[in-house]
């Protein structure tokens, strides 16, 4: 059956991301996308110059209603991202609730985009609006750490902590946690990232049991933009391919990264030459080039089941 998916996200003219970093790995996998733009910009805010217009809250609106006065707005999924604007995150909601009114079983998922190491990135009056109306609609987060110890009011130290930071975020809504990346000490030495997701699972017997998993992804010693759209893409695409199995859901999820990550800085650094840093530019996701890996990518990483 056809799996429609309204993508509210950032727009750049040249490269990949926001909705040009989800749409055509989601296309690719076989789901028909609608977008919105949150912002269009000539390209993404780590070039030296960018150009370009932001939707407001009252645009978006008035995109939703053509939508609607045309009885097309039946959709499985939203997937949205980066915004800075409360107004614009209130009205997302507001559509994500009329949308879960017409079909309950709609799956918003969310990456609640606040920071990183330690600092936040968008307006601070955003972070109540992401913990007390966004993720409590949302079915599926990718927080990283600092996101969900915001979130939650709760720092993580240790796999225990996160596995308690994951319950906290379920209690406020959301049914699958993936935290992206963490600071806890990877197994596999300082060249990996410790990633860690748990999923409840509701039974037919109205029984609950909930899977986690830890994976260690390698390290990659370069800043890629658009990373995280596509993750949050990827993760929409194989929970609902693997809807009861976080940890395939993970592996696939996680794999797909690897390949696009490890396609781009190796073309990146022979568009470099030797000894030469990459520069923006140069760093562009290399998604179409990366097509067959979206499709069906090796597993390169696996998840472990934890308790």
């Known amino acids: 059956m056809e799996c429609r998916v309204l993508s509210i996200q950032s727009h750049v003219v040249r490269g990949y991301v926001g909705n040009k970093s989800a749409s055509f790995p989601l296309q690719v996998l076989g789901f028909e996308v609608d977008s919105i733009n949150s912002v269009q910009f000539s390209n993404h805010t780590g070039y030296s110059h960018w150009k370009g217009q ?54 918003y ?14 307006p601070q009056n955003l972070y109540p609006v992401y913990k007390n ?34 319950d906290l975020l379920h209690a406020m809504g959301p049914d699958t946690v993936v935290i992206t990346s963490s600071d806890l000490p990877p197994r596999l030495g300082d060249r990996f990232l410790v990633s ?23 390290k990659v010693d370069a800043v890629f933009v658009g990373t995280g759209d596509l993750f949050a893409a990827m993760l929409l695409a194989w929970t609902h391919h693997y809807p009861n199995d976080l940890k395939t859901a993970c592996e696939k999820t996680f794999s797909v990264m690897h390949h696009v990550i490890k396609r781009t800085i190796s073309y990146a ?36 089941l934890i308790s």
């Open 196 to 218: 860690l997701g748990s999923q409840r699972h509701v039974h037919p017997d109205g029984s609950r049991t909930t899977e986690r998993v830890r994976m260690e992804v390698p």
């Open 54 to 107: 932001v939707l407001t809250a009252d645009e978006l609106h008035v995109l939703y209603e053509g939508i609607k006065l045309n009885n097309v707005h039946q959709y499985d999924y939203v997937l949205t991202g980066y915004t800075r604007d409360t107004s614009f995150l209130e009205m997302v909601v507001d559509i994500v609730q009329e949308l879960k009114r017409a079909n309950p079983s709609l799956v």
């Open 269 to 304: 650094h022979e568009l470099a030459g030797p000894g030469r840093r990459p520069s923006p530019p140069q760093l562009e996701l290399r998604m179409v080039q990366s097509k067959a890996d979206i499709e069906d990518p090796a597993i390169v990483t696996e998840a472990m």
């Open 109 to 122: 998922v969310c990456d609640p985009v606040l920071g990183d190491h330690g600092s936040m990135y968008v």
């Open 133 to 166: 109306k966004v993720v409590p609609v949302a079915d599926i987060i990718t927080p990283n750490q600092f996101e969900a110890e915001l979130l939650t009011g709760k720092t993580i130290t240790s796999q225990k902590d996160a596995v308690e930071v994951m």
